[in-house]
Antibody
């Protein structure tokens, strides 16, 4: 049973870079997409971006200029970097497997499983 | 801001039925399957419905999904106190070339 777990600093200063890591256990990071999603306190979910195990990425256009997602297959981990953070980036950050399912017209993604989430606060 | 619109909240008495709508467009719901996620208070979201109307193993059949055109719906029948949660629809958007979530709906059991 695949599980994912976020880790990283809970406090980041404005203008600095937020860095988080997601560790995959119970299965290989290979042959899957992996994703980052965030949720500001009391607000809804926002997809940040995803990475395929081979390293190809896709980012939310609204965050693309500041986001980098990478994968480390040797450690079964993938990571998120968000640069030039402001208070608006304060949120619970979730990692999840972005599983590809196929149907006759194409493919679609489901987010399953999710990590428990980690709160990152941007403050001086 | 989200491209998928949901009502902010719905409420109903125990054992009753509620329906949550998710309105999109031809570039998202109109052309791609819809998934639903349940977020219990203080917890991470969990997959509830996938491919418009399929239930993952372990999910109660009191939950059901449907889709018509550019809108999708989630129904909860036989409402229970443990169903109090936030519910989000999600799909792929061909124009944005990315995943999108609905605005979220809080379900309250009266």
């Amino acid at each position: 049973q695949v599980q994912v777990q976020e880790s990283g600093p809970g406090l980041v200063k404005p203008s600095e870079t937020l860095s988080l890591t997601c560790t995959v256990s119970g299965g290989s990071i290979s042959n899957n997409y992996w994703t980052w999603i965030r949720q500001p306190p009391g607000m809804g979910l926002e997809w940040i971006g995803h990475i395929y195990y081979s390293g190809s990425t896709n980012y939310n256009p609204s965050l693309k200029s500041r986001v980098t997602i990478s994968v480390d297959m040797s450690k079964n981990q993938f990571s998120l970097k968000l640069s030039s953070v402001t208070a608006a980036d304060t949120a619970i950050y979730y990692c999840a497997r972005q599983k590809v399912n196929y149907y006759n017209s194409g493919s679609y993604y489901v987010f399953d499983p999710w990590g428990q989430g980690t709160l990152v606060t941007v403050s001086s | 801001q989200s491209v998928l619109t949901q009502p902010p909240s719905v409420s109903e008495a125990p054992r009753q039925r509620v329906t949550i709508s998710c309105s999109g467009s031809s570039s998202n719901i109109g052309n791609n399957p819809v998934n639903w996620y349940q977020q219990l208070p203080g917890k991470a979201p969990k997959l509830l419905i996938y491919y418009d109307d399929l239930l993952p193993s372990g999910v109660s059949d009191r939950f059901s999904g449907s889709k018509s055109g550019t809108s999708a719906s989630l129904a909860i029948s036989g409402l229970r106190s443990e169903d109090e949660a936030d519910y989000y629809c999600a799909t792929w958007d061909d124009s944005l070339n990315g995943n999108v979530f609905g605005t979220g709906t809080k379900v309250t059991v009266l």
